[in-house]
């Protein structure tokens, strides 16, 4: 079985279209990607973001894998905390403090690499 790509690998990785038939061969993982992949462009349009910001942007199926898809790319790298908190707009939380992120140096790196790809005309 190879190896899992890391949320940072598969960014670098990822041409700028990825297939969905490719994503759902990747049974189990496609939700947190599809996660990851939102919160990786909502990272791209934002200084900076939070949870509460990202719910009312996603799917309510989706929220389940946000907390899970924040900690892969943090460990990844990709997104850094900010050193801000502010407090959940989510009701069960009873607004304990969330993460304010951002994108990091390395996840700027990846997004500019990716902008500097040439376009492949399409078929």
Not at 12 to 23: C, G, T
Not at 28 to 56: K, M, P, S, Y
Not at 69 to 94: C, D, F, K, Y
Request: hydrophobic share 40%; glycine share 8%.
């Amino acid at each position: 079985m190879p190896r899992s790509l890391t949320p940072a690998e598969r960014l670098a990785a990822a041409d700028k279209d990825i297939r969905l038939d490719d994503i759902v061969a990747r049974t189990g993982d496609w939700d947190r990607f599809i996660v990851e992949q939102a919160v990786w462009h909502f990272g791209l349009a934002n200084d900076t973001f939070d949870c509460n910001q990202l719910r009312d942007v996603l799917p309510e199926l989706s929220h389940g894998y946000l907390g899970a898809a924040i900690n892969s790319l943090r460990t990844a790298g990709v997104i850094e905390h900010t050193g801000q908190m502010v407090p959940s707009t989510s009701g069960p939380t009873h607004g304990h403090r969330i993460s304010v992120w951002r994108l990091s140096v390395k996840g700027l790196v990846i997004a500019e690499t990716r902008a500097a790809r040439p376009k492949e005309a399409a078929a």
